[in-house]
């Protein structure tokens, strides 16, 4: 399950007033969550019988196949992450210094239906894994790519200068451009970056 969540993407959620990084993985045979607010990240991974007794203790008066109860929790959860959450779904979160606790509402064949997901603090790997290391990669991939726009942006302003020193002139006034500064560009980009930070 943690490999297939790895493939994941993460959505930005929001429970209350409070922002959450998600992901999810489920599976007939159970499912893993991954939950961050970017200062500590939580996680629950539940197999079949985890999930049957839960969803006992918490759905007395339904019986359902765990598949089927697993199904219909990964029907509620995809519409949250993708931004469009069901208008009979409810979902709450509860923090503790324990963990962090995921309450959905909402309703099977008609009948209440209740789930919790009990989420613990994720292990220093999983955070690793999931939250740092792709961060970082993707980071370093930005930085290149900057770096060869900047390569490219540089080379096209030698291109223009060398066309005017050999008398061309723009047929459109509004096209002209400046020479790019890197250093100009830089400082405004961090001065941006701080200022959205804070």
Same mark, same amino acid.
């Given at each position: 399950?943690?490999?297939?969540?790895?493939? *994941? $993407?993460?959505?930005?959620?929001?429970?209350?007033?409070?922002?959450?990084?998600?992901?999810? &993985?489920?599976?007939?045979?159970? @499912?893993?969550?991954?939950?961050?607010?970017?200062?500590?990240?939580? @996680? =629950?991974?539940?197999?079949?019988?985890?999930?049957?007794?839960?969803?006992? =203790?918490?759905?007395?008066?339904?019986?359902?196949?765990?598949?089927?109860?697993? /199904?219909?929790?990964? /029907?509620? #959860? &995809?519409?949250?992450?993708?931004?469009?959450? !069901?208008?009979?779904?409810?979902?709450?979160?509860?923090?503790?210094?324990?963990?962090?606790?995921?309450?959905?509402?909402?309703?099977?064949? !008609?009948? $209440?239906? @209740?789930?919790?997901?009990?989420?613990?603090?994720?292990?220093?790997?999983?955070?690793?894994?999931?939250?740092?290391? $792709?961060?970082?990669? #993707?980071?370093?991939?930005? *930085?290149? *790519?900057?770096? +060869?726009?900047?390569?490219?942006?540089?080379?096209?302003?030698? +291109?223009? +200068?060398? @066309?005017?020193?050999? !008398?061309?002139?723009?047929?459109?006034?509004?096209?002209?451009?400046? $020479?790019? *500064? +890197?250093?100009?560009?830089?400082?405004?980009? #961090?001065?941006?970056?701080?200022? !959205?930070?804070?």
């Amino acid at each position: 399950l943690e490999s297939s969540l790895l493939t *994941q $993407p993460w959505a930005s959620v929001c429970f209350g007033e409070s922002t959450f990084l998600v992901k999810v &993985c489920f599976r007939d045979t159970g @499912y893993i969550l991954l939950m961050s607010d970017l200062s500590s990240v939580w @996680y =629950e991974s539940a197999g079949a019988e985890a999930v049957g007794q839960r969803s006992k =203790e918490l759905n007395k008066r339904l019986t359902v196949h765990v598949s089927s109860f697993l /199904n219909h929790l990964c /029907n509620l #959860m &995809c519409p949250l992450l993708a931004g469009q959450p !069901g208008a009979t779904t409810a979902f709450s979160c509860h923090r503790s210094p324990s963990g962090l606790r995921l309450q959905v509402k909402s309703e099977l064949s !008609g009948l $209440p239906f @209740y789930w919790e997901f009990h989420c613990c603090p994720a292990p220093l790997e999983m955070v690793f894994r999931h939250l740092v290391r $792709p961060l970082i990669q #993707m980071n370093l991939v930005l *930085q290149c *790519q900057v770096q +060869e726009l900047i390569s490219l942006l540089l080379q096209k302003d030698a +291109e223009i +200068e060398d @066309y005017r020193e050999s !008398g061309a002139t723009l047929s459109r006034a509004r096209l002209r451009t400046e $020479p790019f *500064q +890197e250093e100009t560009f830089q400082q405004n980009f #961090m001065a941006e970056v701080r200022s !959205g930070a804070s």
